[in-house]
């Protein structure tokens, strides 16, 4: 069974600090999605990686296949990055995912 | 705009009632999810579809009832089967598996049964 887990589950930052989250997965993948969910509850893709790395403005997303961790990165934290970050896991020839329970984000000014 | 529109926002509804909730899409993507998500717990795939007039029960389909009568839409109906139907629905839709596209989702539904 697919499982995905995140660390940590709750992260507060000062602005203008390094923050990564941590996601690892069971078994192998397709894809390792990132995603983004504002306290409205909408949810948007971040990013979605099978290999390497990707950047996009001040958020970095990495994985790490053989040893099955992904991990996402903000620099120069801004109190607007306060979300939830989801990351979940694309199985090979599906497009279902499998969802880690999020990390709670709060950058304070 | 191209996106994802889930009506309404917010939806109360009285125990032993089904209640339906709107998911419609103008991406032209042929798949289209519901998921569920409720506190502490990461999202649990409802029901998908690939392609018109054709679905897929996902992990937690009970008490739910879905169609896919046209591309763009595909409703969820929260049935009174569904024992505990409060909870936040999310609706995504993605490009065909052979293309392995990212999921785009909708604003959501917050649904709370009295």
């Known amino acids: 069974k697919n499982e995905v887990e995140q660390s940590p589950q709750n992260l507060t930052a000062q602005e203008g600090e390094f923050i990564t989250i941590n996601c690892s997965y069971s078994v192998g993948i397709s894809a390792l999605h990132w995603l983004q969910q504002h306290p409205g509850g909408g949810i948007v893709s971040l990013f979605m990686?099978?290999?390497g790395k990707k950047k996009h403005g001040r958020l970095i997303a990495t994985i790490n296949i053989q040893e099955k961790h992904s991990s996402l990165h903000i620099t120069a934290s801004h109190p607007r990055d306060s979300a939830v970050y989801i990351c979940?896991?694309?199985?090979?020839?599906?497009?279902?995912?499998?969802f880690g329970t999020g990390t709670r984000l709060q950058v304070f000014p | 705009d191209g996106g994802i529109t889930q009506s309404p926002k917010y939806l109360f509804r009285k125990e032993g009632q089904n209640v339906t909730l709107s998911c419609e899409q103008n991406l032209n993507h042929d798949a289209m999810y519901w998921y569920r998500q409720d506190p502490g717990q990461g999202l649990r795939l409802i029901y998908y579809?690939?392609?018109?007039?054709?679905?897929q029960k996902g992990d937690i389909a009970e008490g739910y009832s879905v169609s896919r009568e046209k591309k763009e839409s595909f409703p969820l109906t929260v049935t009174s089967a569904q024992k505990n139907p409060t909870a936040f629905y999310l609706c995504a839709s993605s490009t065909p598996i052979t293309g392995l596209g990212e999921q785009f989702f909708g604003p959501g539904t917050r649904l709370t049964v009295l």
């Open positions: 990686l099978s290999s």
């Open positions: 579809s690939q392609i018109v007039n054709d679905f």
């Open positions: 979940a896991s694309q199985q090979a020839y599906t497009d279902k995912l499998i």
